[in-house]
Antibody
Framework: QEQLQESGSGLVKPSQTLSLTCSVSGASIGNGDYYWSWIRQNPGTGLEWIGYIYHTGNTDYNPSLRSRATISVETSQNQFSLRLNSVTAADTAVYFC????????????????????WGRGTLVAVSS | DIQMTQSPSSLSASVGDWAIFTCRASRSIAKNLNWYQHRPGKAPTLLISDTSTLQSGVPSRFSGSRSGTDFTLTISRLQREDVATYFCQQSHSAPYTFGQGSRLEIK
């Protein structure tokens, strides 16, 4: 059964770095069929796509977070991770990892970028 | 960024009724609109891609349609298991953006 599971610090102090990992089971990051994304949900701003990574390490980010976010991948562990630096209270959110978009959809630019498998999400609070 | 405006924010209906949710894009996104279901305590799931393509395992009670920049998710013959938040996502133009979500309650 394909599953994604987020893990990491649930409480981060302002100005510090948020760090999360997504563990993938039942699917392989290394087979190259998909990009792998981070998405967050904040009550005030709703759902926000943070960025994605391919197994080669190729990334793309939401311009709103590009200066602070770093996504990395460890294919041998079948995991990918998110680091978000200089956090503020506005970064308090439920963080989801998700599979998608498909490599073919990015390659062809056909506009079909969806997320077909998600983790349950993990709440990260930014507070002193 | 493309703004996605979703309505209503919440809806209460009875078992057997219909539920209709709408997502409006701030500009043309062709048919590049996806719908998700997020049940309480569960991982979100992809229901419909490309406006109207039902994902494997999703009941045929769910359907999607489009009129210009307005997209509709329709759920017929509501069941208690449909209690969830439904949200849309455009994939036409980076960065991907989402609607605010619509909460469905069963009376």
């Amino acid at each position: 059964q394909e599953q994604l599971q987020e893990s990491g610090s649930g409480l981060v102090k302002p100005s510090q770095t948020l760090s999360l990992t997504c563990s993938v089971s039942g699917a392989s990051i290394g087979n190259g069929d998909y990009y792998w994304s981070w998405i967050r949900q904040n009550p005030g701003t709703g759902l926000e796509w943070i960025g994605y990574i391919y197994h080669t390490g190729n990334t793309d980010y939401n311009p709103s977070l590009r200066s602070r976010a770093t996504i990395s991948v460890e294919t041998s562990q079948n995991q990918f991770s998110l680091r978000l630096n200089s956090v503020t209270a506005a970064d308090t959110a439920v963080y989801f990892c998700a599979r998608g978009p498909r490599f073919y959809d990015i390659l062809t630019g056909n506009g079909k970028g969806n997320f077909d498998l998600w983790g349950r999400g993990t709440l990260v609070a930014v507070s002193s | 960024d493309i703004q996605m405006t979703q309505s209503p924010s919440s809806l209460s209906a009875s078992v057997g009724d219909w539920a209709i949710f709408t997502c409006r894009a701030s500009r043309s996104i062709a048919k590049n609109l996806n719908w998700y279901q997020h049940r309480p305590g569960k991982a979100p799931t992809l229901l419909i891609s490309d406006t109207s393509t039902l994902q494997s395992g999703v009941p045929s009670r769910f359907s999607g349609s489009r009129s210009g920049t307005d997209f509709t998710l329709t759920i017929s013959r509501l069941q208690r298991e449909d209690v969830a938040t439904y949200f849309c996502q455009q994939s036409h133009s980076a960065p991907y953006t989402f609607g605010q979500g619509s909460r469905l309650e069963i009376k």
